[in-house]
């Protein structure tokens, strides 16, 4: 049994134990952690006793909410059957045959096959290797190179940050490795420029095929994209975006990746991203929503052209030793369950996403946001000093933002100044009007800041 403590004890017992990932040491050793105790929905407890609203679902994961007793006991049962076993060397277990099978029934149509991974990252370097096998099976090895887009991600793995396009990562230990290439975002609020959004989008997606022909398609391999640019800033493409991706990439033989560890499990009214853009991948990374953040586990589904392929190439030499880790198929069979069984994914896309997008377009008018944007239950602020001209304040605003949302007890996440956030799929029309309310009144708080 852990002793009773204190925040002041959990804060200094992890200032000197605990590395957390995405910190500075140095700052977080000065301030201390915000310690997280228990969840309920929507909701978190602090260590303090405040109640928080989670507008960022954990790390856009908690699709189902917090607090869902069929998730435990679906451990719990799995536990005791079996509690681990792999998938190497000819084995298998029925938890991850039938979440394979389970996922396949819910996939777009030919994508029937998963390859299992404990993370999103895992499953972005499963991707790498993956492609450059699948195109040296087909006798073009030197189909190697994959393509990217700048202020993509993809994780943070030495594979995944390279496939992301994240600077200050590639910053950390000479990233990417050789045989990446990122072209442009499709990013008009922040890059468009005095371009029209619509014309933008086309010049965006126009990069692709410039950077295929730069490369030379017989050395490109895939070409990977979030639908939806999540870490990068909840960067929605203009409309015109990703069909003009469709076309340049019917013209030429590469697979084309979809990222969706965000994206998946329902966050914008469909089962897959892809398919709210129509979109038709080779492979699509999951994670996150998979298992609702219950216990770590990712994937990537792979269209049956794919598989065929990969059945023709003899042993694939790669795997993890958590692959469809029986506990966590577990908990992702019953939490596909939930989301199918309570239609939570129907309801988002007829009800829940409507009213958050509605209400979230209600932001616009406040002095400080230059475009409240959202689809799903996705939706982003843009904090600008001039609405018009889009210009941002001076050395940034973002964080102190974020500041009084914690003040407030609101999670909402800062990509420099642009305000995220990504609630639980469960959320319901009183907690939507809640979280507007605290978004405005951090809005407020902000402005008064900077006032002052
Ligand atoms: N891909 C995307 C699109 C993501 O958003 C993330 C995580 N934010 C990852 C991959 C990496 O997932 P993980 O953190 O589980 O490794």
Redesign the pocket.
Known sequence: MTQPRTTADWQALGRQHLLAPFSDYKQLGAKGARIIQRADGVYLWDSEGRKILDAMAG??CVNVGYGRRELADATHRQMLELPYYNLFFQTAHPPAIELAAAIAEIAPAGMRHVFFAG??????DTVLRLVRHYWAIKDQPQKKVIIGRING?????VA?ASLGGMKAMHGQGDLPIPGIEHIAQPYWYGEGGAMDPQAFGEWAAEELEKKILEVGEERVAAFIA?PIQ??GGVIIPPQSYWPRVRKILARYDILFVA?E??CGFGRTGEWFGSQYYGLEPDLM?I??GLTSGYL?M?GVIVRDHVAQTLAEGGEFYHGYTYSGHPVAAAVALENIRILREEKIVERVKAETAPYLQKRWQELADHPLVGEARGLGMLGALELVQDKKSRTRFPGGIGMRCREHCFANGLIMRAVGDTMIVSPPLVIDREEIDALIGLVRTCLDATARELAG
């Not at 993370?119 to 972005?124: I, M, P, R, V």
């Not at 991600?153 to 793995?157: A, I, L, P, V």
């Open positions: 790390l856009w993370s999103g990252s895992e499953a972005n991600y993809h994780g943070s793995t995944g979030e999540g870490a990222d560890v965000i990374p994670a996150k770590p990712g």
